[in-house]
């Protein structure tokens, strides 16, 4: 059996007799018997004194022991015995241990039993009770008060997966709650439709192979499934029931929060917290993002955290052909696929919530990823995998960028731009991201992107995401000022970012009528960016000058129909009937 590292090292062999003659001395008694001398006892006492007088078993519970309390007679200790129960005492709670007394769990309850039956008898305390001899061996009383939890961003108080799950039930109790295999398709076809487009890490081609196998196992062996495995599916099937078009919006919530818990729970059972894989974190990155369409912004966030640690303990953020350069490159593929997943999540995320970001080293190259590993079948159109490639690319770079220069500083109240010139570079460097993307990602007319959608929903999807990002950093850009250093806001700038921005919101909602009202992020950003516009506008007088200017009406009338939309979607979720109150009572000062 191996030694286990941590244990205690043995004790060493007792030393020899020529090592030690004088351990087999002895000593002669009148009578001529030879004897072992009494060694002194070199341990201090522990014991109260009543139990060693009466040589009976003491507990060593303060302020009485068991044994006392019993006999009704006064506990006393030592004081070197009384020195060594404080130091342990306070040595514990130093180190984060529970604040309490030295005395078994059974000691405590009978302690309590019996003390009651004592006091109710004898009211007043005996001159040497054992509460007064024991009380300057006591800590100080420290004053009892109540922490309140704090609700991080205002959202989200309640768990965010209801516990349907026994303790002893495992992987078949999660299993016995699969849809069937025909809800199961429809489910993650709705994913691959909605989901994919936007955050493409997941190999098509690769999870299908390994999605047929599972249904293909007769039920009993399904069973023996890996739990990450099983966690995937269900974490697929929660977000493709987020997308799916149901007359109730309660009915929709309820069925997307059970599948999610499903997907949480086979993660428990695969012990995700010590132990992770591509499946594993991948179910993760997707329960994020339910999370976040659920309204647990706060959930969302600390579980991003465990993602990213995860992925560095993957070594995700190291480049695969500097430490994995035989595996095959698919798998290379993948792994920065999924680094490139977890950095937009993290980035993207934190600038939203006004948070330094977690994943910020790596040496993963941009241009490493390529075409040639792209081998899904996705649209039956000229847009094909190789359209995620360049999206992936286009955002990856946005993502450095706005993680650098927006991120950090704003998480520290540090200024973005330290004088005027640095914002003026800083704004030309977005805007040479902007440049930089292919032609299917910049596009803005509508009618055009219209079309686009009928037979291309995949690259008009991306199209919007990644305009909605662009704009709404760059209308964060514009908007900062800081007088103390001659930083000024650009009003005009930071009003046509934002309607961009804004408007990428409103043409996901013409085109695509399910997604506007379940991507948490795009909602998110289109409320800051009508939050924006208002307060810029309401620093405007109402004069005949303003209210013919052209930006200054077509803002107002985005901010309008912003407000429309969250009364349009805010009937069941409590969010958006939060942003609809702020935006109504914001643009009630707006005089133009």
């Given at each position: 059996?191996p ?9 060493p062999?007792p030393?020899?007799a020529?090592?030690s003659?004088a ?8 009578d ?10 070199n ?6 004194e009543?139990?060693v ?7 060593r519970?303060r ?20 020195l060594?129960?404080?130091?342990r ?8 241990g529970?604040m ?6 059974k000691a ?11 006091w109710s008898?004898h009211?007043q ?8 001899s024991?009380?300057p061996?006591?800590?100080?009383p ?13 959202i989200?108080s ?5 516990n349907?799950w ?10 016995a709650?699969l ?16 989901v ?7 190999h098509?081609?690769?999870f299908?192979v ?10 009993k ?11 995937l ?10 997308f799916?078009d149901?007359?109730?919006?309660d ?16 993660l428990r059972?695969?012990?995700y917290?010590?132990r992770?894989?591509l499946?594993a ?15 647990h912004?706060s ?6 955290g465990?993602i990213?640690?995860q ?5 995700l ?10 595996i ?6 993948t792994?920065?696929?999924?680094w ?6 993290d ?7 006004k ?8 040496d ?5 990823l390529?075409?040639?590993t ?5 649209d039956?159109?000229?847009y094909?995998g ?8 286009s ?16 998480s ?5 731009a ?10 030309n ?5 902007w ?7 910049t596009?803005?007319d ?7 959608a ?6 008009v999807?991306?199209?919007?995401f ?10 964060i ?5 800081d ?32 997604d506007a009202?379940?991507w ?13 516009m208002?307060?810029?506008l ?51 000062h707006?005089?133009?």
């Open positions: 059996m030694v286990n590292a941590f244990a205690p090292s043995r004790l062999p030393a020899s020529s090592e003659p351990r087999d001395a002895k000593t002669s008694t009148p001529g018997e030879r004897t072992k001398p009494k060694q002194k006892r341990k201090p006492t522990l014991s109260c009543e139990c007088e009466r040589k009976t078993k003491c507990d519970g302020p009485g022991c068991l044994a006392c309390i019993k006999r009704q007679s006064t506990c006393r200790y030592t004081h070197v015995a009384n060594i129960a404080d130091a005492y306070l040595d514990t709670s130093r180190r984060g529970k309490y007394m030295l005395t078994s769990a405590r309850k009978t302690t309590d039993l019996i003390s009651k039956n004592i008898s009211h305390p005996r001159e040497n009770s054992m509460a007064l024991m009380a061996h006591l800590p100080q420290v004053p009892f008060s109540k922490q309140t939890p704090s609700n991080i961003f205002g989200g309640s768990h965010p997966f209801t349907y026994t303790c002893q039930g495992g992987l078949p109790e999660v299993l709650v849809p069937s295999k025909q809800q199961a398709d429809i489910l993650i076809a709705k994913y691959f439709e909605c994919a487009p936007v955050y493409p890490f997941l098509r081609r690769t299908y390994a999605y047929e196998r599972f249904w293909a196992l007769p039920e062996e399904r069973e023996t499934a890996d739990a990450d495995l099983i966690a599916h269900f974490a697929l099937y929660a977000m493709g029931t987020q799916i149901l007359a109730s919006y009915a929709k919530s309820s069925s997307a929060e059970f599948l999610a818990s499903a997907a949480n729970q086979a059972i695969y012990s917290l010590n992770s894989s499946r974190l991948g179910a993760q990155i997707l329960l994020c993002y339910f999370l976040m369409n659920d309204n912004a959930d969302a966030y600390a579980w991003s465990i990213v640690r992925a560095y303990a993957l070594r953020h190291r480049d695969p052909d500097i430490i994995l350069p035989n095959s490159p698919v798998e290379k593929h792994r920065r696929r999924f490139q997943a977890i950095l937009h999540q980035t993207f995320l934190t600038v939203l919530l948070l330094p970001p977690t994943a910020t080293h790596s993963v190259s941009i241009d490493s390529t075409n040639e792209e081998v899904e079948a996705q039956s159109t000229r094909t190789s359209t995620d490639v360049l999206y992936v690319k955002l990856w770079r946005l993502a450095l960028k706005v993680q650098e220069n927006l991120c950090s500083p704003v520290l109240s540090i200024p973005i330290k004088n005027a010139r640095a914002k003026t570079t800083l704004v460097s977005f805007r040479e991201i440049k930089s993307a292919p032609s299917f990602l596009t803005s509508y009618e055009t992107l219209r079309q686009m009928q037979h291309s929903g995949r690259a999807r991306q199209n919007l990644f305009t909605s990002n662009y704009y709404h950093c760059l209308m850009i514009q908007a900062f000022e007088a103390e250093v001659g930083v000024e806001l650009n009003f005009r700038g930071a009003l046509e970012a934002a309607h961009e921005a804004i408007w990428a919101y409103f043409k996901l909602d013409d085109f695509f009528q399910g009202g379940v948490w992020v795009f909602q998110h950003r289109a409320f800051e960016e009508a939050l924006t208002t307060d810029l309401a620093t405007l007088p109402a004069n005949e000058t303003n209210s013919k200017d052209q930006l200054f009406t077509k803002c107002k009338e985005a901010v309008r129909r912003m407000i429309e939309v969250l009364q349009r979607q805010g009937g069941s979720q409590e969010m958006n009937k939060h942003r609809h109150g702020a935006l109504l009572t914001a643009y009630e707006v005089t133009i």
